[in-house]
């Protein structure tokens, strides 16, 4: 059994996942990994409607023991399955190979069809208490409940309007998350929408409706006034050295680890911007895109915040001082998104390379990366941190695999598991004395060949040139060509050309 690194990708076909495994490498020695297993895994869909491309996908929130293997998935068909999936094996269950040997397929247990309109795209889906909740960019929400265990089986689920209740906020969105700290809220964000905390029992509750006419009057929303289940909402940043307002344009969104207030979003204008849920001005705005916004981001170990942009610029950058620690080069596409990988077992020295990074770029691969723990921390005021903490500036990280194939959007990260990996078989080599017999073998047949061919061939003498058309009539009476052979040479002999005569 060897310890793998587990991904669960969406696939360039419908109704289909992609299972990816990589052999997990020895800490802090990272030169590269071997290759990865790749399992395509169709989708049974049952009773259900086949599921679509998957565009968004999230892992079932934490509960009883058989709903920890499911994932939520919402395709370009506007349908949102919760599928289960086939346990990873861990190092501490023992072996057993008739439940190895045993592979069920992916199986949707439940699904729900979102009411879209012509133009609509998924702004996010995000993991919240008792289910998911679905945002598309015309600004409609979506609760989805979590099937219990008495209709795992699909019995219960007729009508899939009785798990879901919808609800429209300010719109354009772009982008939202969550945090298993505060599983009871979500976090949305967009075009002229900063980022706005949501509850879920408020946001899709009953007197939802009632509070619209509080929030807008006269067909315009009342500035310092938030809708019903809206519970904060950030200010946006001072205006620019001209004295203009700056324009609001999130394209995505995250927390930082470890913290329930602290938020992060990257912008269009290519900065990275900072929150603090206990006040509402942000509490930074870097610049840190080369060209085009910044489009995706990951939280990273500690102060670590992984970023890119449209130039396909791939970076880590210090959540303390807004400096870039190091970037990732060989980067041949965008990425559209970020799987931080966690530091497997014990720690690593600061400063060492680790498996810790995966993407998803437009070009339709997967890329894993290494990463460089962070600096140590230090006291604020006295931070001065360069390059990647050991006093080397410009360091770039390194692709350690790409994987070509996948789908374009939301992928997982399903942990550390121990899988059979059978070596590929060498191929047979022939021995001393199979060669030689082999090698002996042949030159016979190359003589039997060349005897065989000189006496089949006549004699050929050269007694000057007979006229043409006779020449013809010998090769084609004497030659084993073709009917159409024949023609071809039989069809118009040539003609001799007259000397005329002063």
Request: with cysteine.
């Amino acid at each position: 059994m060897v310890q793998t690194l587990n991904f669960l990708l969406p696939s360039l076909y419908p109704n289909t996942l992609i299972d990816l495994s990589f052999p997990a490498p020895p800490l802090g020695l990272v030169p590269s990994i071997p290759e990865p297993i790749v399992q395509h895994l169709p989708i049974k869909y049952g009773k259900h409607q086949p599921v679509g491309r998957a565009k968004c996908m999230i892992s079932n929130p934490p509960g009883p023991e058989d709903e920890q293997d499911q994932v939520i998935v919402a395709d370009d068909k506007f349908q949102v399955s919760t599928i289960r999936l086939n346990p990873i094996r861990n190092s501490s269950e023992p072996e057993n190979p008739e439940t190895e040997e045993t592979i069920v397929p992916p199986t949707v247990i439940k699904q729900d069809v979102i009411k879209a309109r012509s133009k609509d795209l998924w702004a996010g889906l995000v993991g919240v208490q008792g289910g998911a909740v679905s945002a598309l960019t015309s600004g409609q929400l979506t609760y989805h409940t979590t099937p219990s265990t008495s209709s795992s089986d699909g019995a219960s689920d007729s009508s899939p309007s009785s798990s879901s209740s919808s609800r429209s906020i300010p719109s354009p969105i772009q982008c939202m998350t969550s945090t298993p700290l505060l599983p009871s809220s979500f976090v949305t964000a967009g075009k002229e929408v900063d980022v706005s905390i949501w509850d879920i029992e408020r946001t899709f509750g009953s007197s939802s409706s009632e509070g619209v006419s509080k929030t807008w009057d006269n067909g315009k929303r009342k500035k310092n006034v938030l809708e019903v289940g809206q519970i904060w909402q950030a200010k946006n940043v001072p205006q620019n050295n001209l004295s203009l307002r700056q324009p609001i344009n999130h394209l995505c969104l995250t927390y930082i680890n470890g913290s329930p207030h602290h938020l992060v979003s990257g912008t269009k204008a290519g900065t990275i911007r900072r929150f603090d849920t206990r006040q509402r001005k942000p509490l930074s705005d870097w610049k840190v895109a080369r060209e085009g916004g910044v489009g995706c981001i990951a939280s990273g170990v500690g102060h670590e915040l992984f970023f890119s942009d449209q130039s396909n610029l791939l970076a880590s950058l210090d959540l303390r001082t807004g400096k870039i620690l190091y970037t990732y080069s060989a980067m041949t596409a965008t990425p559209s998104h970020l799987l931080p990988i966690p530091i497997l077992g014990e720690s690593v020295e600061k400063g060492g390379r680790r498996v810790g990074l995966g993407s998803i770029s437009s070009d339709a691969t997967f890329r894993i990366h290494t990463s460089t723990n962070p600096p140590p921390a230090q006291e604020e005021g006295s931070m001065k941190v360069k390059g990647n903490g050991n006093g080397v500036e410009g360091k770039k990280g390194e692709i350690l695999r790409v994987v070509g194939g996948v789908g374009v959007g939301q992928g997982l990260y399903r942990g550390v598991g121990q899988r059979n990996i059978v070596p590929p078989r060498p191929l047979k080599t022939k021995t001393d004395a199979d060669q030689g017999g082999a090698g002996e073998n042949e030159e016979e047949e190359e003589e039997v060949d060349e005897e065989e061919l000189w006496q089949g061939m006549d004699e050929v003498k050269d007694q000057g040139k007979l006229p043409e058309s006779e020449d013809d009539e010998e090769y084609s009476s004497d030659s084993d060509m073709g009917e159409e052979d024949r023609v071809v040479i039989r069809s118009k002999p040539k003609k001799k050309a007259k000397k005329i005569q002063p």
